[in-house]
């Protein structure tokens, strides 16, 4: 090879790298050129000579458009000051304007828009939101059954039919006789009425001759004018209302307590049968009414028909209740002299719900009685007001202050409501209503809230009873209480393809079951090994399911100290809650409607009854304390020595005599005043607030007045805050397994593991014996055979003890 060559190929491949080198550098130019400005502005963000004034100029310009807008707004926030109370009563809308027809035209045009957008005609539901045709609730097997009224999107009326006694050749003599609850939309009423009369009636015609309107709300009564002028009502001769509502169409008023006259044709009278009693529910609106249905022979069910007061899960707005909503902030500041405002929204609403607890006669004091109450709510919002328990925690909704019970129950409830309201077209949504009472006790947050009240009450019931009860009542001879054998229900009537008969039973029947798998495997394992017979496994098996309802954790009050100021005030609005009926919104309304009036200016004037107070306590399941006393005899204890002050010739010296319950001078309502000074020596009947601040020899203690009031044992007890807390780690289902003592042999080594007493928070309680109920597997044999009355508890110090 020649140097020229050499020098060729070297030039040559000179060329080559050296036109790769000017493409790089080209590309690196160009990609420094769409990076340049980007680097500019990092360089200029982070540049501390340029944007430390910039920042200053900003925040100056920020603050002085502040300042500017300020001054633009200080006429308008004096202004909103002055009009917060007025804004934020925004209830008042609906109870005025709503009312004007232009309300009215927009309700209705926005419901019949959505209603037409979501139901199709061609399917199960036939156009409404629910298949209801098929369904009937039956009241008297082969004369009164209840049938469903969908309208809207979600409202429900219902309709009440009455069938004459059938000839020999089941024919009808006379036709069958009928009244509608709640008529708000007229085309959807008419259509389900014949579809009713085709399937369930072989298409006689059904005399409509009453509406009854829950409400005024135009979404239970827009129906009534134009069910009137339709030949399907041209029988109707009385539509009923509340005596203060504006019902269209509205002849016959209300009152609460009232009879309602049913309807009836020649031999076909509904009034022999059955009986609707009207109940005032004055919160939703001032005069909401429930129509309580009962039979009059036979069976013990009653049929509820609550509007917009009780829903199956929760309850209505309390729209023309009082303004206001007890913050925990004002409730750690209130105590026994705190007043009460019995018309406050949701304690209104709760008193309303207590009223148609009490008002329900089937077995006042037996068990069963919860699973004969039927509710009939007016709006099909189950499968909503269940999923805002668990998107909203508050108080009601806090699942660790309640039974697992609760829990597990508006779970599975909640499932169900998911599976009803989301079936196929070709199988049509299913209602979840009617329900019963003894599930809404469970999953109904307004119906929790009363029994975390009825906690509080049977607390203070046996603080008092514990520390202040003059005379007590030998449990041991006192006789049953007249509590009423729980009756059967007739056989319903048998259901078909077209034609689907309820009855109480059936609304009361869970579809889950929740029990303790421990428990449960226990059962298991016994039957395997022969351990248990067939019969003593059945008797095992139904009583499970009663564990959950006892709360995991336990509190009571540190025995020698008063209970905490909030506590005092909780308990005594538990007994207006629970113990006192409802009030109306305004004295004229209390006039018209026969309720009690507001009271505004001394809530220790509200009447307490012994009675309402045990009927509810009960069908709440308090009827006994922690300790398996009978609630209603503390409540007597209480109410006898109550009326020895009321009546002054009862009382002798430091004696009390027996008052008896059934004598003339015996009073079954007692002013809270009264009952809050005897259960925690609180003064009673407190002077006013502008008394007090203003008037100070007028605000003194009139509970001392040596006449009237003794001295109470509490003014020289300790004041505490808080309650003493139970809870036994190593026998909680809950908690248990994460302590490592699931062996019935580690119990002890668990709890005498040397645990000293700074290791358990440095108690100060020295070496006092606390009492620790364990299950009887886990005592052993030995303590199985024991001849101890306390056989299943066993005492260890303190210190022991978690």
């Known amino acids: 090879m020649s140097v020229s060559d ?96 232009v309300g009215r035209w927009g309700h209705f045009l926005l419901m019949s828009f959505t209603s037409k957008m979501r139901h199709k005609a061609h399917d199960k539901n036939r156009g409404f939101h629910s298949r209801t045709v098929e369904q009937k609730i039956e009241v008297v097997p082969g004369r009164v059954y209840i049938h469903f009224l969908p309208q809207w999107l979600d409202n429900i009326g219902y309709l009440i039919v009455c069938l004459p006694e059938p000839t020999a050749e089941d024919l009808y003599p006379t036709p069958p006789v009928g009244l509608i609850i709640d008529c708000g939309e007229m085309e959807a009423v008419v259509r389900s009425i014949e579809l009713i009369q085709e399937y369930h009636y072989d298409k006689n015609p059904i005399q409509l001759q009453s509406i009854l309107s829950t409400h005024k709300h135009h979404d239970h009564t827009g129906g009534n004018d134009g069910l009137l002028n339709h030949p399907i009502g041209i029988d109707i001769r009385h539509v009923f209302g509340g005596a203060v509502e504006k019902v269209p169409c509205c002849t016959d008023p209300l009152v609460d307590g009232e009879n309602i006259q049913l309807p009836c044709f020649e031999s076909n009278d ?141 779970v599975s409830h909640m499932y ?217 005899i503390i409540i007597k204890e209480l109410w006898n020595e109550a009326n020895k002050y009321c009546n002054p010739a009862e009382f002798n010296g430091s004696k009390y005599n027996k008052v008896d319950l059934e004598s003339s001078n015996w009073q079954d309502r007692i002013e809270i005043g009264m009952l809050k000074w005897l259960m925690y020596g609180v003064s009673a009947n407190q002077p006013s607030w502008f008394t007090k601040i203003c008037c100070m020899p007028c605000s003194g203690d009139i509970s001392k007045n040596n006449l009237v009031y003794p001295e109470h044992p509490a003014s020289k007890m300790n004041k505490k805050s808080g309650d003493l807390v139970s809870h036994d780690l190593l026998t909680c289902y809950l908690c248990r397994n994460a302590t490592g003592c699931i062996q019935m042999q580690d119990i002890g080594t668990c709890l005498f593991d040397g645990e000293s007493e700074e290791s358990n928070g440095g108690s100060n309680l020295g070496n006092q014996e606390v009492e620790i109920a364990l299950p009887q597997s886990i005592l052993g044999e030995e303590a199985a055979h024991s001849n101890n009355d306390n056989d299943n508890v066993i005492a260890f110090p303190t210190n022991c003890c978690t």
């Open 6 to 101: 050499d020098k060729s190929n070297d030039h040559g491949v000179g060329n080559v790298n050296s036109t790769t080198d000017i493409n790089n550098d080209r590309n690196e130019q160009q990609e420094s050129d769409v990076q340049c400005w980007g680097s500019i502005f990092r360089e200029f963000r982070h540049s501390s000579c340029m944007m430390r004034p910039l920042t200053l100029v900003m925040i100056l310009l920020l603050g002085m458009f502040f300042i500017v807008t300020l001054l633009f707004q200080c006429p308008a926030l004096i202004l909103g000051f002055f009009l917060a109370p007025v804004l934020k009563r925004n209830s008042w809308y609906v109870e005025f304007l709503y009312s004007l027809p």
């Open 416 to 632: 169900v409501a998911f599976h009803r309201r989301s079936l196929p077209h070709n199988s049509g949504r299913l209602l979840l209503v009617p329900s019963t009472l003894q599930r809404e006790v469970h999953i109904n947050t307004h119906f929790r809230s009363l029994r975390r009240s009825a906690e509080l009450v049977v607390r203070a019931l046996k603080f008092w009873r514990n520390n202040f009860c003059i005379v007590k009542t030998d449990e041991t001879q006192l006789v049953e209480n007249g509590v009423d054998i729980q009756k059967s229900l007739p056989r319903k009537s048998k259901s078909g393809v077209k034609k689907w008969n309820l009855d109480a039973s059936s609304a009361s029947e869970s579809v889950f079951t929740t029990v303790y798998t421990a428990d449960l495997q226990a059962i298991i394992e016994d039957l395997g090994s022969g351990k248990i017979e067939k019969n003593n496994a059945i008797e095992q098996l139904q009583s499970i399911t009663k564990k959950l309802n006892v709360p995991v954790v336990n509190k009571r009050a540190i025995p020698g100290f008063l209970p905490s100021d909030k506590n005092i005030y909780r308990g005594i609005c538990g007994l207006a809650i629970l113990g006192s009926r409802p009030s109306a919104m305004t004295i004229s309304d209390s006039r018209t409607m026969k309720i009690p009036p507001p009271m505004d200016y001394n809530s220790d004037k509200i009447l307490v009854s012994m009675k309402r107070l045990i009927v509810v306590l009960t069908r709440l399941g308090f009827s006994q304390t922690s300790d398996g006393e009978d609630v209603s």
């Open 270 to 410: 509904m009034n022999e049968l059955v009986e609707i009693e009207t109940i005032a529910v004055p919160a939703h609106t001032r005069g909401s009414l429930v129509f309580c249905l009962r039979t009059k022979f036979g069976e013990q069910a009653e049929y509820m028909f609550t509007g917009d007061t009780i829903f199956s899960g929760g309850g209505g707005v309390p729209f023309e209740a009082d303004v206001g909503v007890e913050t925990d902030k004002q409730l750690r500041r209130s105590n026994g002299n705190t007043h009460i405002r019995g018309n406050l929204g949701r304690m209104a609403m709760e008193r309303c719900f207590t009223e148609v607890i009490s008002r329900a006669k089937p077995n006042d004091l037996s068990s069963g009685s919860g699973d004969r109450i039927l509710i009939f709510p007016g709006h099909e919002y189950t499968q909503e007001l269940l999923i805002r328990q668990f998107q909203n925690m508050v108080e009601e909704n806090r699942w660790k202050n309640f039974s697992p019970r609760d829990y597990f129950e508006t």
